[in-house]
């Protein structure tokens, strides 16, 4: 089993819906989580972080659940503009808690 | 905030052929460095991580190694590339002090092709 799990995609919906994508992980002692954001041929950048009791930034709204391993990005209203593939990201609780990256989500928001 | 600095963008070289990618880091001191390695439709996989100079740790066994002779330069390498090798290898640093984001900061990456 892969230690982050997501769905690659594409999800494509229309301007102005409303879009969801989760993430599954397996090391139960992970401690910090994160949505980073990949445009096509481009580096990754941090979106948002995703604390326990979920958090919002704008339209995205990032939820962790941690009884069932999961965590996930709602994304609302959405725009040309975030078409993009969504990373999932976890910590681990080793000394080093390294950042594992999923292989990602994508999203096409069309006219 | 931190500025990653990588080159070369693009690279096309014969297999056999030898590598060396270089990134420079400008905005933090004693950052964590590390080498990822995107594949086509793939996750990015750490190669190699550095917690200072002349510190590398190896994350998967390969035909790569990494060195870190300066605070703020790290750098991959490879004696003889496989078709194997061709990806987006992604420079990141984290600052050592940032506990809250845990936030990594990508240089804009250099994509190799081995033909």
């Known amino acids: 089993r892969k230690e982050v799990e997501q769905d690659p995609g594409p999800f494509n919906v229309p301007e102005g819906a409303t879009v969801a994508f989760n993430c599954t992980y397996s090391n139960s002692a992970s401690q910090s989580f994160f949505w980073y954001r990949q445009d096509c041929r481009k580096e990754p950048k941090l979106l948002m972080s995703v604390y326990s009791s979920g958090n919002e930034d704008g339209r995205f709204t990032a939820q962790l659940n941690r009884a069932s391993q999961y965590i996930s990005l709602l994304i609302r209203d959405s725009k040309l503009s975030d078409s993009a593939t969504y990373l999932c990201?976890?910590?681990?609780?080793?000394?080093?808690?390294?950042?594992?990256f999923g292989t990602g989500t994508r999203l096409l928001v069309s006219p | 905030s931190q500025t990653i600095h990588q080159w070369p963008a693009t690279l096309v070289q014969p297999v056999g052929s030898p590598l060396s990618l270089e990134c420079t880091v400008e905005?933090?001191?004693?950052?964590?460095l590390y080498w990822y390695r995107q594949a086509a439709g793939r996750g990015l996989q750490l190669l190699f991580y550095s917690v200072g100079i002349g510190q590398i740790s190896s994350e998967v066994p390969q035909n790569l190694s990494a060195s870190r002779p300066q605070d703020r330069q790290f750098i991959l390498s490879s004696k003889k590339l496989l078709l194997s090798d061709s990806g987006f290898y992604l420079c990141?640093?984290?600052?050592?002090?940032?506990?809250?984001?845990?936030?990594?900061?990508f240089g804009e990456g250099s994509r190799l092709t081995v033909l």
């Open positions: 990141a640093a984290r600052d050592l002090w940032d506990t809250n984001t845990g936030e990594l900061f």
């Open positions: 990201v976890v910590r681990g609780n080793t000394g080093f808690q390294k950042l594992v």
């Open positions: 905005g933090t001191s004693n950052p964590n």
